[in-house]
Every structure is written in C-alpha cells, then in structure tokens.
C-alpha cells in the first residue's frame, strides 16, 4: 500500500468514527432503557407515592456536586496519564481534545470498543509519532485492563463475593456466569499484553501465528498480526522505563476507575433518607457492582451499551435506590455525567477537528461544485 493510500484509508477511518450521525442510535437505545425504566418505576408506586421533596435534603446539592467532581477527577486522572505516556509533551488542549474525542468514538460504538482503536491516530495528529502513539495507546489498554484485573481480588479479598452478586436477596447466577466470563477474557488479555510488553514480544507473533492458523479464525488473522506489531512498539519505547513512571501511571489508572463507580454512590447519598442511610458495606457493594456491571457489558450489542446499561442499572442497583422519580433521576445524571456529556462535547468538537487534521481537499470541493 502506498502512503497515500495509507493516509486516504486513514482518514475514511477517522471520518467514519467520528461521524456526530452515529450519536442518533446511543441516544434511541438510551431512550429505550429509560422508557422501559419509567414503566416498570411508576407500575411498583400504587396509589400512595412518595413525593420527590421526601428524598431532597440540605446535603442533596453537595453530593450532586461530588458527582461531577468525580467526573473531572476521572478525566484529569486520564489525561494525566497521558500526559507521563507521551513523556509530558502534550499540553493541556491537546490532552483534553484526545481524551473527549478517545470517549465520544467509544460512546458511539458496541461495547464502547471504538475508543482505543482511533486513540493513536489522534495522539499522532496532535504532534505524536506514529510509533509513540501506538506504544501510548497500548499500554493505556493494559493500564486500564490491570487496574480492573486487580481491583476484584482486592475487594474479594476483605468481602465476601456472593453479597455482588445478589439481586433483591437472592443470588444471580447469570450475571455471576457473565462476569466470570468477562473476566476471565480480561485476565487473558491482560497476560498477553504483559508478555509482550515486558517479557518477550516475539512470543505474541508465535502465538498469533498458531492461533489464527485456525480455519474459522483465519479471516482476523492479519489484524491480530497487525496488534502484535503494535505490542512490539510499545515494548520497544516502554520496558526500560523506571518503576516511578510505572507506579504513577498505574496509580493514575486506578484512580481513574476509582472515581468513575463512586459517582453512582454521591448520586445515591444526594437523595438517600436518614431513615434509610447507606452502610459502608452498601457502599461498597454498590461501587464493586459497578464494575460488575462494566465487564458484563463487553457483551453489550448496542453503541457503548446505551439502553442495556439503563435496564441492568435499574434490576442490579435498585435495592438501594429509591423507587419512583428518584431513580429515573439518579440514572440520567448518572448517564449524563458519564456518557451523553461526552456525546455533546465531542458532537462540538470533532467537526473543527476534522477540519484541521483532515481538510476538504480541493480537488473533491471543485467536483462537488461542478
């Protein structure tokens, strides 16, 4: 392939990500979810409803603030972690534009899946080497996939696990059966992305070339060929780093996900009554649930999980959310604050983005002139 091509199937794949018309089915799907939530609300109330004055309290207005707190705390945290990755040659536009346009493609795909695969080009095309981003793009993966790899065995390690996955008191064996599905693929990945980082990269391309040798699996052979090529930059430019910049990053990406499940509990404690306070169990319980909830949704077929997330949000957290108009407003800040909002920001700021890293080229305005 010539580097014009190249360049041309770069930009159709750019373009195609972050087309603002993919925000039409993540906002139906969410549309969907929170229709299917205010039936099933309002059809447990009978006759005698609570008023929604009932659950607002002198604190509502600080925990509300707490949520979005958290929501900058878990972008800054992103973004300072690319900041160290890209050896602190970004500056702060740059680092806001790549983190809100890596949220709004992972916004408008399946499983939230399109983030990371056009991350690179936009690290590229705000002053990156190709190689760099590649590296910087791949390691996040594997900071963002270890630091959810090991926040379970911590938290099953001091509680007890059958208490995460109960709904309305009673175990649920799918979910466990999904989620031990989910992260048991996760703990797979993640040995391979630390194998071939940091042990030998060349076992990668082995592994690929006997695995995808396989006849059902030959048709993804070249991509998996094309990410163990990816592995073996990221390698190249991270493995004799030294353990400061591993544990700051690591710590960053911990916090970035930290942050992320303690919204939901702020939005809880904003309307949760004296009479029905949250232990520090529950708390706990409804922050792990979270993440439950996150690897469950790998197998989400609908754009970053919109309309699934709302229903499993309702049935997985409902015992500890008021029932009525309280939890259909938990739910939307909650969705708004961590995935409409990055729909609407990066609908404002693709379009000059494009525009600056891909202009019209001429030869196709006089054509369409013509």
């Known amino acids: 392939m010539s580097k014009k091509q190249q360049v041309d199937t770069t930009e159709q794949t750019v373009k195609k990500g972050l087309n603002t018309k993919h925000i039409v089915w993540p906002v139906l799907f969410g549309l969907i979810g929170i229709v299917w939530m205010i039936y099933n609300e309002f059809s447990q109330l009978g006759d005698s409803p609570v008023p929604l004055s009932h659950y607002i309290s002198n604190t509502t207005i600080w925990f509300l603030l707490l949520s979005v707190a958290l929501i900058v705390i878990r972008d800054l945290s992103g973004m300072g972690r690319l900041y160290l990755l890209a050896d602190k040659k970004l500056g702060f536009g740059a680092l806001f534009r790549i983190r809100m346009l890596y949220e709004f493609t992972s916004a408008v795909t399946p499983s939230a899946a399109g983030g990371s695969t056009l991350e690179m080009i936009f690290i590229n095309r705000e002053g990156i080497s190709f190689g760099r981003s590649t590296a910087i793009c791949i390691m996040s993966l594997f900071l963002d996939e270890l ?26 064996a799918s979910i466990a059966s999904l989620f031990a599905i989910g992260y048991f693929a996760k703990l ?68 970035l996900w930290v942050s992320r499940f303690l919204i939901v509990n702020a939005l809880i ?22 993440g439950i909830v996150l690897v469950v949704m790998m197998i989400a077929p609908t754009p970053g999980g919109s309309g699934f997330i709302e229903v499993m949000f309702e049935s997985y957290l409902g015992e500890f959310i008021p029932v009525g108009m309280v939890s259909l407003i938990i739910v939307s800040v909650w969705r708004m604050l961590t995935y409409y909002n990055y729909l609407i920001i990066g609908a404002i700021i693709t379009p000059r983005w494009l525009a600056k890293h891909f202009p019209r080229k001429k030869g196709n305005e006089s054509k369409q002139e013509a």
């Open 188 to 255: 797979i990945w993640v040995s391979i992305l630390f194998v071939g980082i940091f042990v030998k990269p060349q076992v990668i391309s082995w592994l690929i070339s006997r695995i995808f040798s396989i006849k059902w699996l030959k048709k993804w052979k070249l991509k998996a060929f094309r990410t163990a090529v990816d592995i073996k930059a990221c390698s190249k430019e991270m493995r004799h780093k030294s353990a400061g910049f591993f544990i700051s990053n690591i710590l960053l990406s911990m916090l």
């Open 269 to 290: 404690m904003a309307f949760v009554t004296a009479s029905d306070s949250l232990t520090f169990v529950d708390q706990v319980i409804i922050a792990v649930r979270q």
């Open 147 to 172: 630091s959810l790899v090991l926040l379970f065995p911590l938290v099953f390690l001091f509680f007890p696990i059958d208490i995460f996955f109960q709904v309305a008191g009673e175990a649920s």
